[in-house]
Nanobody, 122 residues
């Protein structure tokens, strides 16, 4: 069972940046594709980006590709999301998730963190 813990959320002004982290408990972390999703109040969970186990392949939601960057450190079993030029509409709870294969569908991910709140003020 992979346990995931997100951190790095908070409140930032529009135009600012945040770096989210996701710590994984599993030593076989590199076997899992990882992804970031977000969910705003009253909206469905939204895919942001995914990365393959070895970090060589990524899949982005097109609308976020220019501002968000995913990375991972398999030696430290960590996943990251660098978010730049943040907008008020980026306000949401951000989740990391693990799956055997890279996928853009939330249903493909078996393991989820508890989420971290990101609030962007105008």
């Amino acid at each position: 069972q992979v346990q995931l813990v997100e951190s790095g959320g908070g409140t930032v002004q529009a135009g600012g940046s945040l770096r989210l982290s996701c710590a994984a408990s599993e030593r076989t972390f590199s076997r899992y594709a990882m992804a970031w999703f977000r969910q705003a109040p009253g909206k469905e969970r939204e895919f942001i980006v995914a990365i393959s186990g070895n970090g060589k392949d990524t899949a982005y939601q097109n609308s976020m590709k220019d501002r968000f960057t995913i990375s991972r450190d398999n030696a430290k079993t960590m996943l990251f999301l660098q978010m730049n030029s943040l907008k008020p509409e980026d306000t949401a709870v951000y989740y990391c998730a693990a799956s055997p294969v890279i996928d853009m569908r939330a249903s493909a991910y078996e393991h989820w963190g508890q989420g971290t709140q990101v609030t962007v003020s105008s």
